[in-house]
């Protein structure tokens, strides 16, 4: 195997173990990764800080390469600047040739740059940094170079921003279920299928069903003593009508009582139906 391809093999890895929070420590894997791949003599990753328009270098390898610390670039100026400003990628065979380049960042590290890789770091359209390679050992950067260099961060930056989601929908999904734990009210869903997804302490002591609750299932075999309840979310899954502020009657333990109910829809974040739900209280006026 190629040593090229090894690094993005080993790229993808690192992508599949990302988690939130993770960017500070994955970044300088990357770098020392494409570098060791491409005989880079140095590399640097950027962060981009909106704020001030400013590539700020978090990680760098290479002779010298402590004295980049604390020396933030202007994305107006410079091959790097350039490449954050334009959201495209770059080979610079020559360096001092192009009127682009910052020389005086070869004054601060006393490094003597040849040829740069620059590739920028994208979330979808906005800029999240930039990785330079600077020198390759072997000959000039090519377009394989450039190819695997924007593979290895579109990996990680995609994973990242799943990592990023994913923790996101986990804080959503814990608030709710802490509200729906902590509802006075009684609250019901079931998938497309009719098949109990969701079911609230406030809903089984309302009904007076058993513990534990078993979740999957057909609703019909959860409410076998109150069927019409689940006829009533039953329709609302068929019609994709709700229904509001309705009463239902029914016999718990020998006594009459009255639930009154509102039924709703369940849809995905593109608006996509996923099931349907019942919302309740016992309503059984007083004394009886």
């Known amino acids: 195997m190629s040593e090229p391809l090894a690094a993005l093999l080993d790229v993808v890895r690192l992508a599949a173990e ?3 929070g993770d960017a500070a420590q994955a970044w300088p894997r990357v770098v020392e990764k494409l570098s060791a791949a491409l005989g880079a003599e140095a590399a640097t990753y950027y962060a981009y800080a ?8 978090r990680y760098a390898i290479g002779p010298n390469a402590a004295d980049l610390k604390d020396t933030p670039v202007d994305v107006r100026t410079g091959l790097c600047g350039w490449v954050a400003t334009h ?3 770059l080979i610079v065979e020559d360096a001092y040739k ?3 380049f910052l020389r005086e960042v070869d004054d601060v590290t006393g490094f003597k740059t040849r040829s740069m890789l620059v590739v920028p770091i994208l979330d979808r359209l906005e800029l999240s940094g930039v990785v330079q390679l600077i020198n390759k050992t072997s000959g000039p950067f090519t377009q394989g170079d450039l190819s695997l260099a924007e593979a290895a961060c579109r990996v990680v930056m995609t994973s990242l921003r799943a990592a990023r989601l994913e923790a996101a929908v986990e804080k959503v999904s814990a608030r709710n279920a802490s509200i729906l734990e902590n509802l006075t009210g009684g609250f019901m869903a079931v998938d497309l299928h009719g098949r109990l997804i969701l079911c609230n302490p406030a809903a089984k002591r309302i009904l007076g069903l058993s513990e534990p609750l078993k979740l999957n299932v057909s609703l019909d075999q959860v409410l076998v003593h109150l069927p019409r309840l689940a006829d009533i979310l039953m329709e609302t899954l068929a019609s994709r009508k709700t229904v509001r502020r309705q009463e239902l009657t029914w016999s718990h333990k020998g006594q ?4 009154g109910y509102s039924t709703i829809l369940i849809q995905d974040p593109r608006g996509e139906m996923t099931g349907a739900g019942i919302t309740f209280q016992d309503i059984t006026p007083a004394g009886r």
Do not use: F
Not at 256 to 259: F, M, Q, S
């Open 256 to 259: 009459e009582r009255t639930l």
């Open 98 to 100: 192009d009127p682009r």
């Open 50 to 57: 909106p704020d001030k328009k400013h590539l700020l270098p």
């Open 87 to 89: 959201r495209e990628p």
């Open 18 to 20: 990302l988690r939130e």
